[in-house]
């Protein structure tokens, strides 16, 4: 009798892993495998050769020196946001390994894309700090990439200022994301963490309030403009693209407060869209840019919906006519 029970103990028991094969298995061969980042970090060591010394590659743990961690973990954030939320296999749509370059120089003011990589300064210690330092600054470079990849906005005048606010819009929707932080939640700065405490400023930029991140000594007042009305003209920084940015950020961030919740799922997705549709023209002005977000919002949500209407109205607010 016990070994009869056993026997049965056994049979059921196959036939309870049959039926969860059946359940599972099918699933698990299905779904192909999550496509992962391919990264690689290398330290400058303070010169401004690149690449430089290989210092960290993907799947190897944490080093000794935080600016190559922060790096690799910025990268693999800004991944994960393009690839789960907008459906891009990293910056060129097709897996490109992800490279970036840190130490780069002496006391070096700035973070760049060099056209195949993102490269970070140090800062030099009196008004800036290490430029991995803020999440939103490497999502903002990365994008860079992404822009190269895409609608390659010519960097200059407004098509310009339209590159440095995708930058802007993407890097900090990195930050959001990584940090789960709603429209309401998020602090819409950019560069946060890398100002001293010397500087009498919050960031770099802010999309909310353009024109009010800092005020200065060193640094003089932040010139980013609001509205259309007071559009910079100048011949400095390729026609101001860091600073007339300020116009459609602040377009940016009135549709993410109006929508609420998560700022990527609506109004970044739109802001995508246009970005990576096809439609947006290389030397494209503000105008234009509106004119396809409205376009891609009635597309991907509704002819008049929330999304439309939000679209429309923040144009309107930031002087831009759609
Ligand atoms: N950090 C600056 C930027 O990404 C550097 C530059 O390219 N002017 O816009
Ligand atoms: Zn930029």
Redesign the pocket.
């Known amino acids: 009798a016990a070994r009869r029970t056993a026997g049965t103990d056994v049979l059921q028991r196959n036939a309870r892993i049959a039926a969860q094969r059946a359940r599972i298995l099918p699933r698990a061969v299905e779904r192909p495998p999550a496509p992962r980042p391919r990264r690689t970090v290398y330290d400058a060591g303070h010169r401004q050769a690149l690449p430089g010394r290989r210092a960290r590659a993907e799947g190897e743990g944490a080093v000794a020196d935080a600016s190559v961690n922060r790096a690799y973990d910025g990268l693999g954030a800004t991944f994960s946001l393009y690839l789960e939320e907008f459906d891009r296999y990293s910056i060129d749509g097709g897996g490109l390994p992800l490279d970036a370059t840190v130490h780069f120089g002496r006391g070096y003011d700035?973070?760049?894309?060099d056209g195949s990589r993102m490269v970070f300064g140090d800062g030099d210690g009196e008004v800036f700090k290490d430029f991995t330092l803020s999440l939103d600054v490497i999502g903002?470079?990365l994008t860079?990439g992404v822009v190269q990849y895409t609608a390659a906005l010519e960097y200059h005048g407004q098509s310009g200022a339209l590159n440095?606010s995708m930058?802007d819009v993407f890097g900090s929707l990195v930050k959001q994301y990584a940090l789960d932080q709603t429209a309401a939640d998020a602090d819409w700065l950019i560069g946060a963490d890398l100002l001293t405490d010397r500087v009498r400023g919050r960031a770099l930029r802010d999309m909310r309030a353009p024109g009010t991140a800092y005020d200065d000594d060193v640094l003089g007042k932040d010139p980013q403009p609001a509205t259309m009305d007071d559009y910079v003209e100048t011949r400095s920084d390729n026609g101001g693209v860091?600073i007339n940015s300020g116009i459609p950020n602040r377009a940016f961030h009135l549709v993410a407060a109006e929508l609420g919740g998560y700022a990527w799922e609506r109004a970044g997705q739109i802001w995508y869209d246009v970005l990576a549709g096809g439609r947006l023209r290389p030397d494209a002005g503000f105008a234009d840019f509106a004119a396809l977000t409205v376009r891609a919002a009635r597309e991907r949500f509704s002819g008049d919906g929330p999304e439309a209407q939000a679209v429309s109205k923040a144009w309107a607010q930031v002087g831009v006519v759609t």
């Open positions: 700035n973070a760049f894309w903002h470079e860079h440095e930058a860091h």
